[in-house]
């Protein structure tokens, strides 16, 4: 508590000096320390000769080793053994879900990396073979999109003006200049990877797997050409992923800007407009209403739709209503899909613009007919609307049907409007050609696996999410309209044969596949290296007679062959011109497990490590990474890419707010670990693409957030504070300050083990194993936490629990091997430094107080600095090899703490329960000496104590033990009272326990009218935070607004700032007493 007392000070000391007008670059520099600055050649390893600094400086300790770390080889799996027999303690394999090419690392990646790693170290320190691949995403939309926007700021060119052969130059170039970056920022974070096995998925290995991949799953009919509704990005020009779509919700009307109109565009609302009806009689309504979001669409429509069961249309079945545009006449249909409470219970039908459309279009043999073009420009519709952008178009048809009459109102309408997250542009549905893999088959077997344990689900919460995607899984659109990617191997095939009509490259015509069908039917073909009598046929999707052929293969000679075979004509006939797409990235991220390896062929590397022990990813990436590795995995190999999947929580800011440029929250993970001033944070801003109004926004948002910027952290802090975040669950608000924490931690542990090395000494030798040592109660009882620590780290990683593997760390370093033990042995180590000048007066020893043996506390010292170095070296490496490495060690010794033996309980066999309990009733002495302490504002005095034990057995305990309560205590004399016998006058009381009641000696070391006055201030300023802190907790919607995290942090305090008024108002009555 006094310690507790005086940080509190400290506190407001520092928040009110906050209150001053902050300085640029102060956080930065109020904790940037030494240097290290001696010449050390790359590779080579960190000279530790000179003495350890006096203070922690992550700048020191976290240089030169990862260089050394990576030049000696400990992170090949190779390393000081061969891979030929079989390792008996296992493998571990891993691959890093690879990030994008595009630029930096974020918070997000530096959460996988700190939880990876500390999962490889922890398993390489185990003994296990130890495999972690890094690689690189070619990122197809992302870096085209970034590398475009370059050529167009520093050229005045686009990629149509430049060539698709120009273009993919300037693509590798900005590659070749940019993609090392992210690998540097992995070394920073101490990810040890082989890089020897690095990969890039455009790597002419990656791209060999991913033309097989495709080739083999085309033959097996997984990979088909349809024409289905995509999400449409008009800017880009392409399809889009899934994952790429953001979903805005809208409550009603809502103007939104839109990439390409100067003018706002308006969403959130329902149009309502007639279509006459054919035929009308006299009586009959002349019209159908119907109501869309979406009036532009309305030129597309090809029928409207009613439910069967509805009364006010069953008169219409079989009818027609007329298009006011375009004049076409249009059924009505009767089809289950309606909903009649909706709107008019009438609705419009566009196939070629709304997935639902679509379905309801190939139930009742619709046309498909797109009215909005690749680049967001109305085709084949009338004029005056033909070439008008689409929303443009909206504005115009809305003043034409009032005009005609036919307009019907306006409504608001809450809405979702998907947004691109590349482009910003609002997405359009359309039916256009694509390639897709037929997932229902694929996702059965991956969803089977789950359900037989085979794959391993953490938190097995998630399974839950993986049936009900894999249950209503749809086939997958794996083709993009890009240049920059994995280009499609699919080829289409001109005859030069009269008897063979040209194909038209359109989707309702014909196409090569290598399933077979009925002898009438024809279907796309694969180039394989199959049997040569197998038959391919063509199959025709639509009743359109034109003739279309696609064909794949490895390679435009196999392609060639096949097509020959499968229309009968010599190879010379055929012509073929490859898909302008390209594949969809997740595609080849999909392959990485074992492409990464040399698949498909069988190389050592592939037999070695494949299948992988374990995927760790977020849990947002489950069904677009996780899944598709599953069932590619399954499909293409046979076995599981690997055994076990965690996902990890997202990164949010600390209000809990999504990670985004325009709010100013995104963290660049090597901010937190140099530290960064709010300058500079806002310069970085002024580099990025952020319209204005998004730059002031983000702009406040840091001048909030971070006012006087990020001090300098480390790696190692933020490593450990990101292992130690995930027990919040799906989202991780991440607050720096509790970074900065852990640096405290780390200094604490520094300091820890600087104490620990002057009390060993130069040249000091560990005794031999088998000396029996005269351990004191201390020094059983830290040897029981320390195996009590490595039990629950060992049993919390290998369950992915990281909070409590932090948490058995850090309790250790902190409240147990810092706060209690380092204290306990002072007194022995001065009376060892003195030789025999005899105990100090103040110390009244008897024969009954146990004394510390100098050579069981420097053994137990060594012991417990060792152990607690190598349980911290998974989260902490760089810390844990600067300490490590100046540890006195027989030979022979690992060169490296990450090498070295990670405890294990057979190494620390010493839990104590005896000794524990016997120092949990000092302790409990102990934490009531301190709470008297503090709350009498006692710093330097050491007033004698008086115990009350009514069990003599304890009794003898406290008295043996009287050197540790005066060490820990701070207290001087330490006397048990007898049965009889009271405490003097005077005393401060505290009941330590059921078996000790505690008294302070205050008399003649206090004054009464001072410390009166002292705790009278106290007691009101307590009181008014009390105030403050009720009133806020009782205001309206405090439950409802205020995030979980912080309604918790208040709970404690409150909890706190209440047992420090009790403590205050009873050392009032003690005072009044002693006046």
Known sequence: MEKFQQKQEKNRQLQAQAQAKAKPGRARRELQGLRYETPTAPGCKKDIGGPLPESYSPGYVEAAWYGWWEHEGFFRPEFGRSLEPPNPRGVFVMCLPPPNVTGTLHLGHALTVAIQDTLTRWHRMRGLTTLWVPGCDHAGIATQVVVERRLQRSRGLSRHQLGREGFLREVWRWKDEKGDRIYQQLRRLGASMDWGRACFTMDPKMSRAVTEAFVRLHEQGLIYRSRRIVHWSCALRSAISDIEVEKKELGGRTLLRVPGYEEPVEFGVLVAFAYPLEG??????????????????????????????????????????????????????????????????????????????????????????????????????????????????????????????????????????????????????????????????????????????????????????????????????????????????????????????????????????????????????????????????????????????????????????????????????????????????????????????????????????????????????????????????????????????????????????????????????????????????????????????????????????????????????????????????????????????????????????????????????????????????????????????VRGCGAALGSFDFPAATTAVHGFWVYELCDVYLECVKPVLARASREGEGPDGDEEEEEEEEQGDLEAVRATLLTVLDGGLRLLAPFMPFLAEELWQRLPRDPPAPPSVSLAPYPEPEEFPWLDEEAEAAMEFVLSIVRALRSLRAAHGLTRQRPPCFLQTPDPAWGSRARRHRGLLRALGGVGSVQLLGGGSGAPQGCAVAVASERCTVHLLLQGIVDPPSELARLGGRRQELGRALERLRERREGPGYAQKVPEHVRESDEAKLSQLESELRNVLEAEELMRKML
């Open 280 to 789: 009308a009689g006299q009586g009959e309504p002349p019209e159908v209403v119907v109501a869309t979001t979406r009036l532009e669409t309305m030129l597309g429509d090809e029928a409207v739709a009613v439910h069967p069961e509805d009364p006010r249309y069953r008169h219409l079945r079989g009818r027609s209503v007329r298009h006011p545009i375009t004049g076409r006449v249009l059924p009505i249909l009767h089809d289950a899909f309606v909903d009649p409470q909706f709107g008019t219970g009438a609705v419009k039908i566009t196939p070629a613009h709304d997935a639902t459309d679509f379905e309801v279009g190939q139930r009742h043999g619709l046309g498909v007919a797109s009215v909005i073009g690749e680049d967001g420009a109305m085709v084949n519709v009338p004029a005056p609307f033909l070439g008008m952008p689409r929303f443009q178009a909206r504005r115009a048809l809305l003043e034409t049907l009032k005009e005609r009459g036919l307009f019907r109102g306006v409504t608001e309408n809450p809405m979702v409007v998907p947004i691109c997250s590349r482009s910003k542009d609002v997405l359009e549905p359309r039916a256009v050609p694509q390639w897709f893999v037929r997932c229902q088959g694929l996702a059965g077997a991956a969803a089977a696996a789950v359900r037989r344990g085979d794959l391993r689900l953490h938190p097995p919460g998630h399974a839950r999410t993986w049936f009900t995607w894999m249950d209503n899984i749809r086939d997958w659109c794996i083709s993009r309209q890009l240049w920059w990617g994995h280009r499609i191997p699919a080829y289409f095939v001109t005859i030069d044969d009269p008897r063979v009509p040209p194909g038209q490259d359109e989707d309702e015509k014909f196409w090569v596949s290598g399933r077979s069908g009925d002898e009438d039917e024809k279907f796309w073909v694969s180039g394989h290296s199959g049997d040569e009598d197998e038959k391919f046929w063509v199959s025709r999707h639509s009743g359109d007679e034109d003739e279309k052929f696609w064909v794949s293969g490895r390679s435009p000679d196999e392609a060639r062959a096949k097509a020959a075979a499968a229309f009968g004509v010599s190879p010379e006939l055929v012509r073929l011109r490859q898909d302008e797409d390209v594949l969809d990235t997740w595609f080849s991220s999909g392959l990485f497990p074992f492409s990464v390896f040399g698949w498909p062929e069988q190389t050592p590397d592939l037999e070695r490590f494949y299948p992988g022990s374990l995927l760790e990813t977020g849990h947002d990436i489950l069904f677009f990474w996780v899944a598709r590795m599953v069932m590619l995995g399954l499909a293409l190999t046979g076995k599981l890419p690997f055994r076990e999947v965690y996902l990890h929580a997202i990164v949010r800011d600390a209000h809990g707010r999504k990670m985004s440029k325009s709010l100013g929250n995104v963290i660049d993970p090597l901010d937190v670990i140099t530290g960064v001033s709010l300058q500079e944070l806002q310069q970085q801003l002024e580099s990025s693409n952020l319209d204005p109004a998004e730059l002031e926004r983000a702009r406040e948002g840091q001048k909030r957030d971070f006012p006087e910027g990020i001090p300098e952290c480390g790696t190692d802090a933020l490593r450990f504070a990101l292992c130690a975040y995930t027990a919040q669950g799906r989202d991780i608000n991440l607050d720096v300050l509790r970074v900065l924490g852990y640096r405290h931690f780390c200094n604490k542990v520094w300091n820890g083990a600087r104490f620990v090395l002057r009390a060993l000494g130069e040249g000091y030798r560990p005794p031999p194993a088998s000396q029996c040592l005269q351990l004191s109660l201390a020094e059983r009882w830290i040897r029981s936490r320390l195996s009590r620590a």
